[in-house]
């Protein structure tokens, strides 16, 4: 068992795990202050649900699936305003060749867009992925293969 509730813990945690979550919640709502705030709801979560981790491999689990719900639940919402897409004044940045892809993969339902980003863009395995999610490794190659095909699929439609 992890112990839980020091302050040298949480902030090894933050210090560990914040980089990677922003990144996944960013894959997710396209947004950073969208990100930032899905990823600190899944650390103020973390403080107010004290959980016993296993080890550290658990611990890690368990806030990358926090974050994915917190980041579903913020692009939910988001959904619901009806807020028309001209009447929305996002910043412009630069385009990186990149861009299109990261877009396709927000674009992405979550059970194919989180094992895409885990896999291409955070280096896990097949395998590594099923013990973070806690879902069968074939499943997630499963996932994996579909969300591949949905991309193919997707970046074609935008060149022709």
Not at 14 to 23: I, K, Q
Not at 28 to 36: F, I, P, V
């Amino acid at each position: 068992m992890v112990p839980f509730g020091t302050d040298e813990t949480i902030s090894r945690m933050v210090a560990d795990y914040s980089d990677m979550l922003l990144r996944l919640a960013c894959t997710r709502l396209g947004s950073t202050a969208d990100a930032e705030d899905a990823v600190q709801e899944a650390f103020l979560r973390l403080l107010t649900a004290r959980p016993v981790f296993r080890d550290q491999e658990h611990e890690k689990a368990w806030l990358i699936r926090t974050t994915l719900q917190r980041a579903g639940d913020i692009r939910r919402k988001a959904e619901r305003r009806n807020i028309p897409l001209e009447d929305v004044a996002e910043p412009v940045a630069p385009k990186s060749p990149g861009d299109e892809l990261r877009s396709a993969v927000r674009a992405l339902p979550v059970m194919y867009g989180s094992v895409i980003h885990l896999h291409y863009y955070e280096g896990y395995s097949i395998k590594e992925i099923a013990k973070l999610l806690g879902l069968p490794a074939a499943t997630v190659g499963t996932r994996l293969a579909r969300g591949r095909e949905r991309l193919r699929q997707m970046l074609r439609e935008d060149v022709v």
